[in-house]
């Protein structure tokens, strides 16, 4: 009696070829999104004065590498940089923490009401951010924190958007309740559980929030410009602002502050990347 032989798999040639445009179109795509941060680099390496090209220039002639220190000749962008810097310092951690603790307390209440509770939330974004700057704006005169920090720090006190919740929550619900039942029989409190067992199961959302978090904070112009009156409080949004009042017309320089300004955004989404190349994997597994 012979042995049944095993259904032969697909082919490896159709494979090849299903890998070859698959990864050919994410190439397309990825040329799309950078395209726009190549053209800004070359035209920051045009002499000064010159206006956009009119077609396509990959490296001008000459290079122009002093449009970089004209920048901070110009404007202060190191103070600028430091003083953004150190509202991210306290907005992104303030922000993980909140957001982390009110998406863990969703995840342990019954489905139903965690979702009423969220949809009841997400109603807040129906309304328009315009409506709250004179509110906002009263309310820092009225405490002191008129031209302070504070003034941009204090939305990472309620998570700064009801979506890094959201983003929380879904990740606490994917962990099965087995553990958190588990962590409650072995005596472990609600701090003790959220931090030995949530945390490090919601790594990926970490990331994602974080560089969404630091991303907010880093391009926000409404709220320094209406509550941030010295100029030396500046964060680099309202610095690039600032630069373009000077010299609207010289586009090489302003395209050197605006790679100055965004590198410090790449770098971030560089040093996240592996987070989120993990989640990729687990959901393949």
């Known amino acids: 009696m012979t042995d049944p032989v095993a259904p032969a798999g697909p082919p490896a040639r159709p494979r090849r070829v ?60 190191g103070r600028y940089l430091v003083n953004t810097l150190a509202v991210e310092a306290l907005a992104v951690p303030v922000t993980l923490l909140v ?18 509770i969220m949809s009841a939330t997400l109603l807040i974004l129906l309304l328009p951010e315009t409506a709250l700057w004179v509110s906002r704006f009263i309310l820092y005169r009225l405490t002191g924190l008129l031209d302070t920090p504070v003034a941009l720090i204090a939305p990472s006190f309620m998570a700064t958007s009801p979506i890094y919740v959201l983003i929380f929550y879904w990740s606490y619900r994917r962990v099965p309740g087995e553990v958190w039942e588990a962590a409650q029989l072995d005596g472990a409190g609600a701090l003790r559980t959220w931090w030995t067992i949530g945390l490090p199961s919601v790594r990926p959302a970490l990331a994602a929030v974080s560089v969404l978090t630091f991303v907010y904070y880093w391009r926000e112009f409404n709220d320094p410009l209406l509550y941030i009156q010295s100029v030396e409080k ?18 090489p320089i302003l395209m050197a502050g605006s790679v100055l300004i965004t590198a410090p955004l790449v770098a971030v989404f560089l040093v996240a990347q592996p987070f989120f190349l993990e989640a990729l994997e687990r959901r393949r597994r």
Not at 32 to 52: D, E, K, N, T
């Open 99 to 116: 957001g982390s603790w009110a998406g863990f307390a969703l995840a342990q209440l019954p489905v139903h009401t965690a979702r009423r």
């Open 18 to 77: 299903r890998w070859g445009l698959w990864h050919g179109l994410m190439l397309v795509v990825s040329a799309l999104f950078l395209l726009p941060l190549a053209s800004m680099i070359v035209g920051s390496l045009r002499q000064p004065g010159l206006p956009p090209p009119r077609g396509i220039e990959w490296i001008p002639q000459p290079v122009a590498w002093a449009n970089y220190p004209a920048v901070f000749q110009l404007i202060e962008l």
């Open 234 to 251: 500046y964060t680099v949004s309202l610095g690039l602002a600032y630069l373009e009042q000077l010299d609207p017309t010289n586009w």
